[in-house]
């Protein structure tokens, strides 16, 4: 028999990811909790967003926080080399776990 450590981040009583590195979990858990401080922000910009849109809207900026985070600063966005580093180096050990 096998054992198999696995970490699940959960939010809000629901679970979102399955991982088999605690590394993997913590970031994937950070990057929701960016996420849903950027839904707050938004709600409160003047903009007529749905919900639905509000929610995708702060999940992407959350993922791409790199590429605001320069953009906010002014300075040039990230090169090529850096962003086919970041799309390869997506962890394998991710498991989607199906919302009801």
Known sequence: ?????KYVVEKNGVERMTFT????A??????LDIAESMEQVLEKIDVALSE???ETLAL????NKELFMQALKGT?????KKEKKTTAS????VT?????
């Open 1 to 5: 028999m096998a054992v198999v450590i």
């Open 21 to 24: 590195s605690k590394k993997d």
């Open 26 to 31: 913590d970031a994937y858990d950070k990057m």
């Open 52 to 54: 639905q849109q509000v």
């Open 60 to 63: 992407e900026i959350a993922k």
């Open 76 to 80: 040039k966005a990230i090169s090529e």
């Open 90 to 93: 997506k962890s394998e050990n």
């Open 96 to 100: 989607d776990i199906k919302q009801a």
